[in-house]
């Protein structure tokens, strides 16, 4: 009887134990992207009446992005959750190969649904990859002139209608550094629309 009430404790202890291990945790996350791929709408550009020859953009630079998003954790590896994103893209209007004339700006919003899978755990390190899809915002765009006097390109010519489209992250590496009890660092290595690289801080609770 003894053996078996010792057994049944140490099964109920290591039960404990385990569920111990597997707590349920959310994560609160804020990051910086670098890099972001996304195809954002094309200005409609007018045509230049003196050399009869539509305007055209160049050089488009897109900044960083600034994530925040929540992620729960269903089962220990796993966690599910939502992210949203802002950054900005900026195109040089040009006229053939001429010096830039204007510059357009947009700004992107956007929210995805995310998932993420810890498959290697080192004391205070963690190892994931993580995917995420859903729908980026892009706002119309306001234009800067470089030489006002342009002949044919103005504010009023020059049209960027609102647009959305599919946003997509992949990260197959992360590491995240849990440095205090309810504070951890990461970063993740991937493509997509918030950042092929990342950087940020996240906390668990």
Request: with cysteine.
């Amino acid at each position: 009887m003894k053996k078996l009430l010792s057994s049944l404790f140490t099964l109920l202890l290591a039960v404990i134990l385990h569920a111990q291990e597997v707590t349920v945790r959310h994560e609160l996350f804020v990051s910086y992207g670098l890099a972001p791929i996304a195809s954002v709408l094309e200005p409609n550009l007018p045509v230049n009446a003196t050399v009869n020859a539509p305007y055209s953009t160049n050089n488009k630079k897109f900044s960083g992005t600034i994530n925040i998003g929540y992620l729960f954790h269903v089962s220990d590896p796993l966690a599910i959750g939502i992210s949203y994103s802002y950054n900005t893209v900026k195109r040089d209007i040009v006229l053939g190969s001429s010096i830039p004339l204007a510059e357009i700006k947009n700004t992107c919003h956007t929210v995805m649904f995310t998932g993420k899978y810890t498959w290697l755990r080192l004391n205070q390190f963690s190892f994931y990859s993580r995917a995420g899809i859903g729908l980026m915002s892009v706002k119309k765009g306001k234009m800067t002139l470089f030489e006002p006097s342009s002949e044919g390109l103005d504010s009023s010519s020059t049209t960027m209608e609102n647009d959305k489209c599919i946003a997509w992250q992949v990260m197959p590496i992360g590491v995240e550094w849990n440095f205090a009890k309810h504070l951890a660092l990461f970063a993740e290595g991937g493509a997509g629309s918030t950042g092929c690289g990342m950087v940020g801080m996240k906390i668990l609770f």
